[in-house]
């Protein structure tokens, strides 16, 4: 099924829910509520026709001009050989989006990734820990404002360029 | 499975639960990684992954450097397969801008690539092989690798971290000789390739070791995201190359191996396994037919030193040793990309380990990590 059959189904069943299709320059994608995402995902892997059987990737990126972190979901179907993109927006100052984990497991450590990088806090999710960084690390990186700690349990985070040093 | 809460002995008598720790240093665990393993006498209850020992914020080194600084990264994305990571970031750079690649500098892509599937999928088997307890195919794998090693390192200069690629096409064309050489090598390896199998890939100790362990059927495949080899060794039939072609892979002819339960059920450690060696021969026909067909001309478009593509974002696939690797690329119209985000085949897999390690035994652990040919900074980034 092409994007339009897809959004036309998402849309008769979640109604103003669900965004409209955005073309976009590579990928059509559809803009969905964050309230809403867990039951969106589910009707697309149930569906009849639909089947989205794999999240093939969840991304998130920051916006800060537009006050928001977007959560990017690449979805695919192995049995359809279709796929699709979601988009959800958060607000930046507290975001939060319901996990999706009870559709496909595959996205636990996804959204571990998200909320260890950029802060978004995925309610429900079974065990919303830091995934690459440690556990007491202070900020998200991939935020566009991350200020990096000057040091880590007294370890300096900071390197004097050799080739600037003054000589005694 | 269920697990249950309270251990008893044979004799009714209840008894603890033993917590082990496995790594970061740990001699099989293919880089840094560590596990932390609930364990009831042998048998596992839980194998719980603790990565992140190798990242190296790669993805926030990216929004630094800018678009064409970033491809020496990618090389340390997966060093052991860094030509299909300096693939992914050239083509995802390439859609965002509207870039045709030339035919040729596709070809020596495409060259570059399946040289460096072989040389991964050999160091995979034969640490698959070593992490078993079988020292001497390691040796011979590490042989058969060396000698494409060469050939990469006369193509680019390096011998691991490549960076040949560049936005718009590949830095040089084929040395000279290039073509007979890899012919060569070609004829060489195709029967090193059954002797391996008989070797180690047929021996009776390592199939014990292999079949039906960590079986992982086509729905919890999907599911878990696992891709690549560890997908088609459960018997889903996908490989981007022919399913989603890019590059110049519609004009070859090949197979896409499948795990068939041979040994023991669909999805076992040994279905993993023999999937990535008949890979090697598919890989084999496609170069054959590459460097049968490869056309004359440029080999690298003319992109702007100040590369700056339009606004957008872009989800780019392609068939990486260890899997399906998705890209994810956003740009803001300036010299700096806005967000880079690598789905790697090792991430999901290391993923599922936890799932799957339910119920098996310890020394098991090893051949799981083994068959899913898991590489540490491929998770970590």
Same mark, same amino acid.
């Given at each position: 099924?092409?994007?339009? /059959? ?33 039951? @969106? ?18 991304? /998130? ?26 988009? @959800? ?29 950029? /802060? ?33 349990? /007294? ?14 | 499975? !269920? ?16 917590? &082990? ?45 800018? +678009? ?20 992914? +970031? ?51 794998? $590490? ?71 960590? %079986? ?14 560890? &997908? ?37 450690? +040994? ?15 496609? $170069? ?41 690329? !956003? ?16 991430? %999901? ?33």
């Amino acid at each position: 099924m092409d994007s339009t /059959g897809i959004h036309a189904a998402l849309r008769g069943h979640f109604d103003t829910a669900v965004g409209e299709l955005a073309p976009g320059p590579f990928e059509a994608s559809i803009e969905v509520d964050a309230s809403a995402i867990e039951a @969106v995902c589910t009707f697309l892997r149930d569906e009849k026709g639909l089947e989205f059987d794999n999240l093939s990737n969840l991304s /998130g990126a920051d916006y800060p001009e537009l006050e928001r972190i977007q959560a990017v979901y690449s979805l695919f179907s192995y049995k359809q050989r279709h796929s699709i993109t979601l988009r @959800v927006n958060a607000d930046r100052t507290a975001p939060v989006i319901p996990t999706v984990e009870a559709v496909w497991p595959a996205a636990n450590w996804l959204e571990r990734e998200i909320f260890d990088l950029l /802060g978004v806090e995925f309610s429900g999710h079974c065990d919303l820990r830091r995934i690459l960084l440690p556990e007491d690390w202070v900020g998200y990186p991939l935020r566009k404002d991350y200020e990096e700690q000057p040091d880590y349990h /007294g370890i300096s985070t900071v390197r004097e360029n050799l080739l600037t040093m003054k000589r005694d | 499975m !269920s697990v249950e809460l309270e251990i008893h002995d044979s004799q009714g008598l209840p008894t603890e639960e033993m917590t &082990l720790n496995m790594g970061p240093q740990h001699p099989s665990t293919h880089g840094v990684l560590r596990f932390i393993v609930k364990a009831d006498g042998e048998v596992m209850r839980r194998a719980i992954p603790d990565i992140g020992y190798l990242h190296r914020s790669i993805e926030k080194i990216a929004e630094k450097v800018g +678009w064409h600084g970033f491809m020496p990264y990618t090389d340390r994305v997966d060093y052991v397969a860094a030509m299909a990571c300096n693939q992914g +970031w050239a083509m995802a750079a390439e859609q965002l801008a509207g870039i045709e690649v030339p035919r040729r500098g596709e070809y020596c892509r495409v060259i570059a690539a399946e040289l460096s599937r072989i040389c991964s999928h050999l160091l995979g088997v034969g640490a698959m092989g070593m992490d078993m307890g079988a020292i001497t195919p390691f040796t011979h794998a $590490l042989r058969e690798r060396d000698m494409i090693m060469d050939l990469l390192e006369e193509l680019c200069g390096a011998r691991l971290t490549f960076n040949y690629m560049r936005i718009g096409g590949v830095a040089w064309d084929l040395p000279h000789d290039f073509v007979e050489k890899v012919s060569h090598y070609l004829d060489h390896l195709e029967p090193v390739i059954e002797e391996f199998n008989q070797l180690l890939g047929y021996n009776r100790i390592y199939v014990k070791r292999f079949a039906d362990v960590a %079986t992982v059927d086509a729905d919890m495949a999907i599911a878990w995201g696992l891709v690549g080899p560890n &997908l088609r060794g459960s018997g889903v039939d996908f490989d981007v190359r022919r399913d989603l072609p890019y590059s110049v892979y519609e004009d070859f002819d090949f197979d896409v191996p499948l795990g068939s339960g041979e040994m023991g059920s669909i999805g076992d450690c +040994w279905d993993r396994y023999i999937v990535r060696m008949r890979e090697m021969v598919e890989s084999i026909r496609i $170069l054959r037919q590459a460097l049968a067909g490869i056309p004359e001309g440029p080999v690298i478009a003319k992109v702007a030193r100040n590369f700056k593509p339009p606004v957008g974002d872009v989800h780019v696939k392609i068939e990486a040793p260890r899997g399906e690797q998705s890209w994810y690329v !956003s740009s803001d119209g300036s010299e700096y990309p806005h967000r880079v985000h690598i789905r790697t085949g090792s991430f %999901t897999a290391m993923g599922i380990i936890d799932r799957l390690s339910r119920g098996l035994m310890i020394a098991d652990l090893v051949a799981v990590i083994a068959s899913m040919d898991i590489v540490a900074p491929e998770v970590d980034r």
